[in-house]
């Protein structure tokens, strides 16, 4: 499985932006999927999933009522609507691909840089 990740950018405070992941190969419905993100100097750390089904997502508290996280099965696509973005939110972010059993996230996209200036 490959992931590619886009739509990262340099935004103000308060603005919004729209992240995707496209997912090669034909198992991606049974994927449960997540988004990531590493500041420098920092580790990186969960922002957000969503399950195969569609039927739960999660999010780290840092960005709950902000960030939406959704997937298209039919294009093999994982999104990341981020509103009122602030400049702690900068980072780069990747996407991650957790199949059966869904023990761990066992393929990463190559990250898109997201800068939110102040």
């Known amino acids: 499985v490959q992931l590619q990740a886009s739509g990262g950018g340099l935004v103000q405070a308060g603005d919004s932006l729209s992240l995707s992941c496209v997912a090669s190969?034909?198992?991606?419905?049974?994927?449960?999927m997540g988004w990531f993100r590493q500041a420098p100097g920092k580790e990186r750390e969960f922002v957000a999933a969503?399950?195969?089904?569609?039927?739960?997502?999660y999010y780290a508290d840092s960005v709950k009522g902000r960030f939406t996280i959704s997937r298209d099965n039919a294009k093999n696509t994982v999104y990341l609507q981020m509103n009122s973005l602030k400049p702690e939110d900068t980072a780069v972010y990747y996407c991650?691909?957790?199949?059966?059993?869904?023990?761990?996230?066992?393929?990463w996209g190559q990250g898109t840089q997201v800068t939110v200036s102040s």
């Open positions: 991650a691909a957790k199949p059966p059993p869904y023990s761990r996230y066992n393929y």
């Open positions: 190969g034909r198992t991606f419905s049974s994927y449960s």
């Open positions: 969503i399950n195969w089904s569609v039927s739960s997502s």
